[in-house]
């Protein structure tokens, strides 16, 4: 079976491309030639398909998974079912606790979207990091895509940046967590980076399943001020390197950068060195621009998003009001998730233009039409949940400014 990268080179549309094309409202063939040259990917589970890259919607992942700490399986499958009701485009399962397999079962019997999985972190708490090997890795790569995973993300570092990230010039050092198991196995037994070591394997497996690498962010900032350093500019060269090898031996990609905490005036200029670096789609954790907004971070996160989107970034990862404090509950999965397809809409207002939605949504209330706004609004349940039981709108009651010059634009005809 030929993959979908390898399919567009021959001049193929397929037809998830063709699918895919129809949703984006775009023609096949430039679909088709954008997967080819590497801009686009598709991630496909079952009959589904969903188009992520450069001029298609800025896309948006929900995390979701159990801890070490909280192991509550209906949970999860509870902010699945959520996730995918409020508009999600994709899921990452990062369960590290419980019984794993079992877990993801669920969370594939609860919806249709794109999974995605982060496989050290089973590794790791199945095996645990002092147990783990290369091997082992491998075995969990190898398990996650038989069960039908859509994207598979690794971390790719080397000592060297391993060594510039740790060199006590950073506020805050490694905080990717997936990153940061992998520099543990490395550091600890003095090992090289399994994902390095065996990349050929790892993508002869994606290729086989037709499964997405995506290429982690180990060396994101964990706070405005730790600026792009040479660990981040190392690593941003690494997984170009990687990507371009993956795309060349038929395995879609997806670059994982930028993310974590990036003072705002810096998100432009950072996201056009990924843009310099590689063709591939950019996905972006955040980024958070301010580290103060604590129980606020999905608000924080939205402002981030939507500088990062509209300045090219294509897939969004979202972050709760939880984010830094503890696991999410299910209603925070929600607001985050809300905050984030808001970010990901204005993002493409700035890189494609006005979106018709707004503008139906103006003209219902131009018309004091309620019911129009609630039906073309982003969250219509809030929407609607936040109308008075009766009468007019309570903000200015007497003298609502719209209705006002209605009056008078007809009293003067």
Do not use: W
Not at 48 to 64: A, E, F, P, W
Not at 125 to 145: K, N, P, S, V, Y
Not at 303 to 313: Q, T
Request: include cysteine; charged fraction near 25%; glycine fraction near 8%.
């Amino acid at each position: 079976m030929k993959t979908q990268i390898e399919e567009a080179r021959e001049g193929t549309i397929t037809p998830q491309m063709a699918s895919v094309a129809a949703a984006e409202r775009i023609e096949a063939d430039d679909l088709r030639q954008s997967i080819a040259d590497g801009e686009a990917v598709i991630m496909t589970r079952g009959m589904s398909s969903l188009g992520i890259g450069r001029g298609l919607r800025t896309k948006v992942n929900v995390n979701l998974g159990t801890s070490t700490a909280i192991i509550r399986p209906e949970d999860e499958v509870r902010k699945a079912r959520i996730a995918e009701s409020v508009g999600a485009d994709t899921i990452t399962d990062l369960s590290a606790g419980g019984d794993i397999p079992a877990i993801r079962r669920a969370i594939f019997s609860a919806t249709t979207l794109p999974i995605t999985t982060v496989p050290i972190y089973q590794t790791a708490a199945e095996i645990g990091i002092d147990r783990m090997t290369a091997d082992g890795i491998l075995a969990t790569i190898q398990r996650q895509a038989e069960e039908g995973i859509s994207s598979v993300v690794i971390h790719a570092v080397e000592p060297e940046t391993i060594d510039a990230a740790l060199d006590g010039k950073r506020v805050m050092g490694i905080v990717s967590k997936g990153g940061s198991i992998t520099a543990a196995y490395m550091l600890t037994r003095e090992a090289e980076n399994p994902f390095l070591e065996h990349f050929d394997e790892i993508l002869s497996i994606l290729k086989e399943h037709d499964i997405v690498l995506s290429l982690g962010n180990t060396m994101r900032s964990g706070c405005i001020h730790d600026e792009m350093d040479e660990a981040q500019k190392r690593e941003m060269r690494m997984n170009s390197q990687l990507a371009a090898c993956a795309m060349e031996n038929g395995v879609q990609t997806i670059i994982e950068g930028l993310g974590g905490h990036v003072r705002a005036d810096r998100i432009p200029r950072y996201i056009q060195r990924y843009r310099e670096a590689s063709p591939a789609p950019l996905f972006v954790a955040g980024p958070l621009p301010t580290d103060i907004a604590v129980g606020y971070d999905h608000i924080a996160g939205c402002v981030g998003a939507s500088i990062a989107s509209g300045a090219g970034a294509d897939y969004l990862c979202y972050l709760t009001p939880a984010e830094h404090l503890g696991l999410p509950t299910p209603e925070q999965v929600r607001e985050g998730l809300i905050a984030f397809r808001i970010a990901a809409h204005i993002g493409d207002t700035i890189k494609y233009g006005l979106d018709d939605a707004d503008l139906t949504l103006a003209r219902s209330r131009s018309r004091l039409d309620r019911e129009g706004q609630i039906a073309h609004a982003i969250d219509p349940e809030t929407a609607q949940d936040l109308i008075p039981p009766s009468g007019p709108c309570t903000m200015c009651g007497d003298f609502c400014a719209v209705a006002m010059m209605e009056r008078l634009k007809k009293e003067n005809r």
